[in-house]
């Protein structure tokens, strides 16, 4: 199972924000690449960077900072926040990412979708899929579709997408552990895909439980590292097996 060390940016800071609300923000550094490196230096082997203006408002604005952290730490990375054209994307592979998350634009087109993965391959096009009670978010978690989490994740599969980020809103950022039976439900819906969980998790316990159960191939951690509840070198050690609680 891969850890995943969050790096969520917003005016070029390094902040996490609670179930996605930006009056409800904490600045943990305003500098996004000596934060990367810090996870660099603990063992990471990937990074999950967002870019929130542009989840916000569609228009990325971390571009530079996006390829400085890439040749800085030389991370595999997967990005996501703003992405609604091919160009865009094409921008963001050129900057050293491995993997790009869509959301917004996958879910208001599908063609756009089965287009990403034609031109640039599954491996790199990864869906964001962000439920907020049964529903499917977008638009930086402002709106909220009527489109159902589950029926959004076949069709998803149907587009060749290999690669699903499954946060639930509610969770997110608020260190009262990951929704289990939310994510064991997701995994039924994309049973072939690479599952990677986000939101909620608290504890070593609860990377543990999610190792255990095999549910998940990922866990993204965000506030619980940056708030210094654990150390990302034994959430690794967790991950890996080489650590039991």
């Not at 640039?120 to 579709?145: L, M, P, Q, T």
Request: glycine content about 10%.
């Amino acid at each position: 199972m891969t850890i995943y060390p969050a790096v969520d940016i917003l005016d070029g800071k390094v902040v996490r924000l609670k179930q996605g609300n930006v009056r409800d923000c904490t600045v943990y550094s305003e500098d996004p690449v000596g934060f990367a490196t810090r996870w660099k230096d603990a063992g990471a082997e990937w990074l999950h960077v967002v870019d929130l203006c542009g989840a916000l408002t569609g228009e990325l604005h971390t571009l530079e900072i996006l390829r400085e952290i890439t040749q800085t730490t030389g991370l595999h990375c997967q990005f996501g926040g703003g992405l609604r054209s091919l160009s865009l994307i094409q921008q963001v592979l050129s900057c050293g990412v491995q993997r790009v998350v869509l959301g917004t634009k996958a879910a208001e087109s599908l063609d756009f979708l089965q287009e990403a993965v034609r031109v640039f391959g599954a491996k790199h096009i990864a869906v964001g899929i962000d439920a907020k009670d049964g529903f499917v978010a977008v638009r930086g978690w402002r709106e909220v579709s009527q489109q159902s989490v589950e029926e959004f994740a076949k069709m998803v599969l149907d587009c060749g997408v290999t690669t699903v980020v499954y946060t639930d809103i509610r969770k997110d950022g608020m260190l009262n552990g990951p929704s289990f039976y939310a994510i064991q439900a997701m995994r039924c819906h994309v049973p072939t895909a690479e599952l990677i969980a986000s939101g909620g998790v608290a504890s070593l316990e609860d990377i543990q439980r999610l190792k255990s159960t095999g549910i998940v191939d990922g866990v993204v951690v965000g506030r619980a590292l940056f708030d210094g509840i654990f150390r990302l070198e034994d959430a690794l050690r967790v991950a890996k097996g080489d650590l039991s609680l």
